[in-house]
């Protein structure tokens, strides 16, 4: 992601480039950084990342009903409004311009230096930070650490005002998608997890876009393997990815998911899905293999008669799922487990043969 | 081809997943579902003795027009319910997979004039 914090003056002692090496070293790199993505077991959940790079600014903050004053306005007028509302700032603002914010702390100081009955704009805050409406979530939750601010203003590309964002609108939102996200994951019915509409489907397919989740894997769970996968390729064509790289996708991620079903202890699939590229990450709890070159090779396989029985382990899988992608890496070590990463180029859809 | 030729030809059954007015393009007979992922081709119609709901789900994967399944094997009712979830047409054939494979030829071969 290309945003930037938007400090229109003073705020933090540090440049907006450390704190946005900051957001990207604690926020992005474990996601699309070197190595395997998947590796969820340290740090913040993935279905939580996923959420605070999905969610943007806009989708949280309050945009309508934004207590503000004029910069004619006296602090004292600020100070009822601010009493009467039980907030502890108020923007300045005329039209849509954003001119200031008096604070409760400039209502204080009002109050102690006897300029209480003075218009805002002699003693508003001028040194504003500032929040873009189409910034992920995660830059609103790094502000909030970064300052000591309750709130921040929401400006949108025209820089006007559009809306205030507090940690409570936050919290409140949150809170709301992982429920939902919880309930999705837990198998019970949610409208958020229905497949887009086409028309929808078209209009994000041109927008930046990032996506992710997460699938539970069970042990010989033979019913229910091959449903992450299906998901996955309702995912795809709701984007609006085209036929021929949604089959290469589904059947690594098929291929990766019947593996961890008959192969391993269980694990998950998680399926990443930006702008340019798709992402499976198979990823088990062991017994992990103990020659990956010669688990690699066409053929070769250490399934029983029931797994033949039921149409798999003809030793094709690994071998299927590197074939069908653009890169594929494996890591095995016995007993904790494997992972499995493969990648899609969405830009250069030509046939892959795996790298 | 279409779903009517092929019940017709295989004196089969359609019990599950609904008409559907595409065309055969290529024909798998394979009961290793991995051979059938490696398979390319579009609109597949696959010819299998796996009566489970992996035949239907790899179906949906390489996204095949119909799944038969021969010599008039019982059908678990999931196999079923998965095949109406993805509106793949399953349809049920007493006749062996080679049987299957004859007459489906004999029958492509006919359309074409070949």
Redesign the interface.
């Known amino acids: 992601m290309d945003y930037k914090p938007t400090i229109l003056t003073g705020g933090d002692t540090r440049s907006d480039d450390q704190i946005m090496a900051a957001h990207e070293r604690k926020h992005v790199k474990r996601v699309s950084g070197p190595g395997l993505p998947g590796s969820d077991g340290q740090g913040e959940p993935l279905v939580i990342m996923e959420l605070l790079q999905r969610l943007r600014v806009k989708d949280v903050m309050r945009d309508h009903d934004i207590i503000s004053v004029v910069r004619t306005d006296t602090m004292h007028f600020a100070q009822n409004l601010m009493k009467r509302n039980h907030i502890s700032g108020v923007p300045v603002v005329e039209g849509k311009r954003l001119f200031g914010i008096v604070s409760i702390n400039d209502i204080i100081l009002a109050l102690e230096g006897g300029w209480i009955g003075d218009p805002c704009q002699k003693h508003m805050a001028t040194s504003l930070v500032v929040l873009e409406e189409d910034m992920p979530l995660a830059f609103a939750l790094k502000y909030f650490e970064n300052y000591i601010f309750g709130r921040f203003p929401v400006l949108n590309k025209e820089r006007d005002l559009v809306g205030i964002v507090s940690q409570r609108d936050v919290t409140r939102v949150l809170m709301r998608e992982l429920t939902k996200e919880l309930a999705r994951l837990e198998g019970a019915p949610s409208a958020q997890c229905e497949p887009k509409g086409s028309e929808e489907a078209k209009s994000e397919a041109v927008l930046p876009y990032y996506s992710m989740r997460q699938f539970v894997v069970v042990r010989n769970d033979l019913t229910n393997a091959g449903k992450a996968a299906n998901e996955i390729k309702k995912m795809l064509a709701a984007a609006g990815v085209g036929k021929k790289i949604i089959r290469r996708i589904a059947v690594a991620a098929y291929e990766l998911e019947i593996n961890i079903c008959i192969h391993s202890l269980g694990g998950s699939i998680t399926f990443i899905l930006d702008s340019h590229k798709a992402t499976v990450i198979a990823k088990d709890k062991g017994p992990g293999i103990k020659d990956v070159e010669w688990a690699l090779r066409d053929g070769t396989s250490t399934a029983n008669d029931w797994i033949r029985s039921m149409g798999f382990g003809a030793g094709m899988g690994l071998s299927n799922s590197k074939r069908v992608a653009d890169v594929f890496d494996i890591n095995s070590t016995v007993p904790t487990g494997t992972t499995v990463l493969c990648e899609f180029n969405l830009s250069d859809a030509a046939p892959a043969s795996g790298k | 081809m279409n779903i009517n030729d092929i019940v017709k030809t295989l004196d089969g059954t359609l019990v599950a997943g609904g008409e559907s007015d595409r065309t055969v393009g290529t024909v798998v007979a394979n009961?290793?579902?991995?051979?059938v992922?490696?398979n390319?081709g579009d609109d597949i119609l696959l010819l299998?003795s796996?009566a489970?709901?992996?035949?239907i789900?790899?179906a949906?994967?390489?996204?095949a027009m119909c799944v038969v399944v021969h010599n008039a094997k019982p059908l678990p009712q999931?196999m079923c319910q998965v095949a109406d979830t993805?509106g793949i047409p399953l349809v049920s054939s007493p006749l062996s997979k080679y049987d299957s494979c004859v007459r489906i030829h004999d029958f492509l071969k006919s359309e074409t004039g070949a």
Not at chain 2, 31 to 35: P, T, V
Not at chain 2, 52 to 55: I, N
Not at chain 2, 60 to 63: A, D, H, L, P
């Open positions: 009961d290793l579902m991995s051979d992922l490696l390319d299998t796996l489970s709901d992996q035949a789900r790899t949906n994967i390489v996204g999931t993805l």
